[in-house]
Every structure is written in structure tokens, then in C-alpha cells.
């Protein structure tokens, strides 16, 4: 199990963390399932569940076995956030992908929804800043096992990842968990080598 602590929430990207430790950022659509996805990671409740899309307003910041931080963003693509605090979202997660010790990003993704507009623009940023990336199909426990291996394959194909890029899980049932566990300790192990 994973020992996190919180650190804090911080409305701009360019926080100095102490000590300096390689960072996982957490990004996805409002909605996705972050908070749940990272409350299964840890074992324990770190993330605020809520009902309500778009809670997540700044960065918040966990540090995970006092060896690396988990970074949580907030969620793009919500539609009532207004359009000032939709660019400051933007802004947020632009500057945050920049951040020198930023190792990888775990994108989350409902496997049950094509790429959005959003998703699209996400995934231009990542490949911008050139930034390593799991997608972390989320809510695998919706859909019967034959449409969550289709749904997989399509989304692995339009997203243009390889395989081991690309991990299905369930924070209800716990599915995909340990593998997103070992493949983030791969993205922090990468950085220490």
C-alpha cells in the first residue's frame, strides 16, 4: 500500500515543491473518475469524491512514500466553469506539464466515451511538451467484458499508444490498479536512474 500525506492546493502550476522528487500528474476530462482513480492507487481516501463535476480548482498535491508527488489537476472540459476559469484550468495544466520534474502523466479516460474536442486538445499538449503518458481508461466495470476489450482496442488505436501505454481499470472493482501501480513506479524509477 502506498503511505500518501497532502502537501496542499495551490492555484498556480510553478509551486517549488520540497524536497524536489520526481512528480506524476493525474489529468482528464471533469467527471472522469480522478479522485476515485487516486483514492484506489493509494488504498485510502486522499481525493474529495463528489458528485459534481469540475470541484477540483487547483493543484493539489500529495506526497506518495516520501519518494515521489502525486500531482491532481483539475478536470477539463466543463462545461458550467465559466470561460475565464476554464483558461485558468488551461493555464493551469499547460504550465503544470512544463514542470522540470515532472516525470509522466496518467491520462484519465471513460473507456465508454470517443475523444472529445477536449481530449483532442489534451492530447495535442501532450505531445507538445513530448510528455511520457499512461492513459488510464476509467470505469472499466461499466461494460460487459466483450465491449470493455473493443472499447480498449479503439480507444488504444485512436489514441496511438502502445499497448503497455494503456491500462483499463475499475476504482470500484479494483481492476487495472496494480498495473497502473507498477507502470507509475516505472515513470518514478526512470527519473532516478
Known amino acids: 500500500m502506498l503511505r500518501p500525506s497532502y502537501i496542499g492546493s495551490f492555484p498556480r502550476a510553478d509551486v517549488l515543491l520540497d524536497p524536489p522528487l520526481p512528480e506524476v ?8 473518475g480522478k479522485s476515485s482513480l487516486l483514492n484506489a492507487l493509494v488504498g485510502q481516501r486522499i481525493a474529495k469524491i463528489s458528485g459534481t463535476p469540475g470541484k477540483t480548482r487547483a493543484l493539489n498535491v500529495f506526497l506518495i512514500d516520501a519518494s515521489h508527488y502525486f500531482l491532481d489537476l483539475p478536470g477539463y472540459g466543463y462545461a458550467r466553469a465559466g470561460k475565464e476559469q476554464r483558461a485558468a484550468f488551461r493555464g493551469l495544466v499547460k504550465h503544470a506539464l512544463r514542470r522540470e520534474r515532472l516525470r509522466g502523466v496518467i491520462w484519465l479516460l471513460d473507456i465508454r466515451h470517443s475523444l472529445s474536442a477536449d481530449d483532442q486538445a489534451m492530447q495535442d499538449a501532450l505531445a507538445e511538451e513530448e510528455t511520457q503518458v499512461l492513459a488510464a481508461l ?4 461499466k461494460l460487459s467484458q466483450g465491449k470493455r476489450s473493443t ?20 476504482a470500484k472493482t479494483g481492476e487495472g490498479i496494480a498495473d497502473l501501480k507498477e507502470a507509475i513506479a516505472g515513470l518514478v524509477r526512470g527519473m532516478m536512474e
Do not use: H, I, W
Open 25 to 32: 500528474a493525474f489529468v482528464g476530462r471533469s467527471n472522469v
Open 138 to 141: 476509467t470505469k472499466g466495470d
Open 151 to 170: 472499447r480498449e482496442r479503439e480507444l488504444r488505436d485512436e489514441l496511438e499508444l502502445p499497448e503497455d501505454q494503456v491500462v483499463l481499470t475499475s
